[in-house]
Nanobody, 119 residues
Framework: QVQLVESGGGLVQAGGSLRLSCAAS????????MGWYRQAPGEQRELVAH??????NYADSVKGRFTISRNNAKNTVYLQMNSLKPEDTAVYYC??????????????WGQGTQVTVSS
């Protein structure tokens, strides 16, 4: 069984910073893409950023403010969020493309962590 556990959300004032973490654990054979989506109330889920072994990709709305990174030894992905804006308020979900020891690659999701930015 594979699990993704997120941490680091919270309430912050506009202009502030937060760092999200997401650790994958369990029966992991291969782990490739890791990333973050977010979903605001009444909105569709939006890709924020993702990282592979060799590249990163960001939504236009967060470029220059957010940085995604990973620690392969810990199967962990991070999202450093700076210069936060009220429109960044959302539930943030991490995801990863993982093959467990007994099966094909599939997408796993974290439980979500709330980020609230006050104006």
């Amino acid at each position: 069984q594979v699990q993704l556990v997120e941490s680091g959300g919270g309430l912050v004032q506009a202009g502030g910073s937060l760092r999200l973490s997401c650790a994958a654990s369990g029966s992991i054979y291969t782990l490739n893409v890791m990333g973050w989506y977010r979903q605001a109330p009444g909105e569709q889920r939006e890709l924020v950023a993702h990282i592979t072994s060799g590249s990163t990709n960001y939504a236009d709305s967060v470029k220059g403010r957010f940085t995604i990174s990973r620690n392969n030894a810990k199967n962990t992905v991070y999202l450093q969020m700076n210069s936060l804006k009220p429109e960044d308020t959302a539930v943030y979900y991490c995801y990863s493309h993982i093959a467990s020891a007994s099966g094909p690659v599939r997408i796993y999701w974290g439980q979500g962590t709330q980020v609230t930015v006050s104006s």
